[in-house]
């Protein structure tokens, strides 16, 4: 069982602890409302995560694949798929299931080469999902909603892309040539998002 890596910076911590503070926050609302499908998400989805994260099942990219199936068969039967716009569940899985492995695969192609500690990947493939979940949503807008709702994707999407046991690559990268890295995958990403809109618009 591997160490608690993501806990290797400050940073790290911070991001983790907030989305998981998050989630307590959502399950309490989910108790608070009546939606217990929200609450059962918010409470299962972390812990199945963290624990996977512990174990470090493989392969790589099936495990990513089964894990994100499941996440986003919940959401979308708890009404939150393709933030609350999937009209069915099919639209949901093609619409978001090919950017979560597509930035899987990106991650794992440079996880063999390049040196990467598992904090940086938290946050770098975290802040992904805060474009996808937060900005483009337009959570970001809203000071309360950014606070509920901000941290989750450090862990939806940072934490889900170090569950299975990744290579590690030895060549180390500055921090610039990482920041170019980081630019290239959201790119890639958005460009994968455009095509299944284009392919499945709704």
């Known amino acids: 069982m591997r160490e608690f890596g993501i806990f290797g910076s400050n940073i790290g911590k911070i991001l983790f602890i907030w989305g998981m503070a998050d989630f307590v926050i959502l399950f309490l609302l989910g108790v608070t409302e009546g939606n217990y499908g929200l609450s059962f998400y918010v409470v299962v989805i972390p812990i199945i995560y963290v624990y996977l994260y512990l174990l470090e099942p493989r392969p790589y990219l099936p495990t990513i694949l089964f894990l994100v199936i499941i996440e986003e068969t919940i959401v979308y039967y708890i009404g939150g798929g393709l933030h609350g716009e999937a009209t069915s569940l099919v639209e949901d899985y093609v619409r978001a299931i090919p950017i979560f492995i597509t ?13 990467y500690r598992d904090y940086e990947i938290l946050v770098m493939a ?37 569950i299975p046991k990744r290579p590690r690559g030895d060549k180390d990268i500055g921090a610039v040539k990482k920041m170019v890295f980081w630019l290239m995958f959201l790119f890639v990403e958005i460009l994968v998002g455009i095509a299944t809109y284009i392919v499945y618009p709704g």
């Open 103 to 115: 930035m899987a695969y990106l991650w794992l192609k440079y996880m063999r080469k390049y040196n």
């Open 126 to 162: 975290g802040l992904h999902g805060f474009f996808f979940e937060i900005i483009l949503s337009g959570i970001i807008l809203s000071p309360l909603l950014l606070m509920i709702f901000g941290g989750t994707p450090f862990v939806l999407y940072g934490l889900l892309v170090l």
